[in-house]
């Protein structure tokens, strides 16, 4: 069972930056790919970044340029930095795991990002 828990969300006006920070524990860490989703009100939820346990990153095109996936094995730690922020990167962000073996999915509780224009 692995348990993820972001912090790191809140208010922000349109331009400023806010870095997200997601724990895992209940895993191997390192094995496992991690990755960043968000959820607007009345939207369906969507990829924003993702990284392998090699490292390797994706972007939706939407963030591209603009924010950051990266993580820390050492510390079971996966960030998304975002930069340049604006009123429709406003949602709920949420912190998946793929577990490296079973392949299961697991969750965070969600931190929320608020960008005012």
């Known amino acids: 069972q692995v348990q993820l828990v972001e912090s790191g969300g809140g208010l922000v006006q349109a331009g400023g930056s806010l870095r997200l920070s997601c724990v895992a524990s209940g895993s191997i860490f390192s094995l496992n790919a991690m990755a960043w989703y968000r959820q607007a009100p009345g939207k369906q939820r969507e990829l924003v970044a993702s990284i392998s346990r090699a490292g390797t990153t994706t972007y939706a095109d939407s963030v591209k340029g603009r924010f950051t996936i990266s993580r820390n094995n050492a510390a079971d730690m996966v960030y998304l930095q975002m930069n340049s922020l604006k009123p429709e990167d406003t949602a709920v962000y949420y912190c998946?795991?793929?577990?490296?073996?079973?392949?299961?999915?697991?969750w965070g509780q969600g931190t929320q990002v608020t960008v005012s224009s």
């Open positions: 998946k795991c793929v577990q490296y073996g079973s392949g299961r999915d697991y």
